[in-house]
């Protein structure tokens, strides 16, 4: 008996109803365990999530999404061979590879965001702990007009750390209130004075969300460990998961001796990035959040700023 063979139609490849460019066509949520590797260190192993994009043609009606999939998978299998020690590298490779599989695609992008853990200690007694840090990354090819063989990528790469801040309006009110009090006491000006350098006074306070990315060229290595560091120390603390009782007099009366707005943070983030990334490009773009999430109002406060780097150092060097 002759077998019959059908031969499917590619509907994806057909021409839709509605013949518009999309912007953006792929997978989000997409679940998968990377391993980067140190220098030195032992590598990290991070649950990472994926989304993963192309553009689509006006002419075409669908994505091929499996060789998103695709892309993504052979990437990570890459690595098991050739260590990665960049995550946005690892999103500049994909988003390279995404190109070269959707051929009627003209730009690619890839999306990546981890967990990653980094060791404290107390600051007093020197307990070792774990505090989690939300890192992410973000590449972006584009086909060269002329040349389908070249493309030009931009690759980002962030995180979001969490820490503490007080209060300066809430502490010059409890200051005052404090420098009355000990007037009516009969404590004299200059021991107030004294005592007021030596003791905080008290403020509210709030858990700080401070946020940097940098987006440069794919030939240029941006330090994440400086990024987390610089934005944990633009807060007025560091928290820590444990906490002894002298750790926590440390904590709190380094915050209270260190009260920021959350304009403040953003602003400290800013300096601490034109000094720490000297070498950084000035078409660099850097983009610094900070949310406080407020102890005695209902709302968060929020600060932004988003630059070239060129005019960041300008701006900072003229201060």
């Known amino acids: 008996m002759e077998q019959c063979t059908f031969n499917l139609p590619d509907?994806?490849?057909?021409?839709?109803s509605i013949a518009i460019n999309l912007t953006r066509v792929g997978v989000t949520n997409v679940k998968k365990l990377v391993?980067?590797?140190?220098?030195?260190?032992?590598?990290?192993?991070?649950?990472?999530?994926?989304?993963?994009?192309v553009d689509l043609p006006s002419d075409r009606k669908g994505a091929n999404l499996s060789r998103n999939f695709e892309a993504v998978d052979e990437v990570l299998e890459k690595i098991l061979s050739m260590p990665v020690y960049?995550?946005?590298?690892?999103?500049?490779?994909?988003a390279h590879n995404l190109l070269g599989r959707h051929e009627y695609a003209n730009q690619a992008e890839v999306r990546m965001t981890s967990e990653y853990m980094i060791r404290r200690a107390s600051?007093?007694?020197g307990i070792k702990c774990q505090e989690v840090v939300n890192i992410f990354a973000e590449a972006s090819a584009v086909r060269g007009q002329g040349n389908d063989d070249y493309f030009d990528v931009k690759k980002l790469i962030g995180a979001e750390v969490v820490g503490m801040t007080a209060c300066p309006c809430a502490q010059e009110i409890m200051r005052d209130k404090a420098a009355n009090e000990?007037?009516?006491?009969?404590?004299?000006r200059d021991t107030i004075i004294k005592f007021l350098e030596k003791?905080?006074?008290a403020t509210h306070n709030q858990r700080g969300r401070g946020i940097i990315s940098i987006k440069v060229a794919h030939d240029f290595d941006v330090s994440l460990e400086n990024i987390i560091n610089i934005i944990d120390t633009s807060m007025s603390s560091s928290v820590y998961e444990v906490l002894k009782r002298s750790d926590e007099k440390v904590v709190v009366e380094t915050a209270h001796t260190n009260p920021k707005f959350v304009e403040?943070?953003?602003r400290t983030m800013a300096d601490n990035i034109v000094k720490e990334f000297p070498n950084l490009p000035d078409n660099a773009v850097i983009t610094i959040k900070q949310t406080n999430e407020e102890s005695i109002h209902r709302h968060n406060a929020y600060a932004e700023r988003v630059a070239l780097m060129g005019d960041l150092r300008k701006e900072i060097n003229q201060c």
């Open 264 to 266: 403040d943070c953003v």
């Open 182 to 188: 000990l007037s009516e006491l009969g404590v004299d």
């Open 35 to 53: 391993e980067i590797k140190r220098k030195d260190k032992r590598p990290i192993v991070l649950i990472s999530t994926f989304d993963v994009f």
């Open 86 to 94: 960049e995550i946005e590298q690892l999103c500049s490779d994909i």
């Open 199 to 201: 003791v905080p006074m």
């Open 123 to 125: 600051p007093a007694t």
């Open 11 to 16: 509907v994806q490849a057909s021409k839709p």
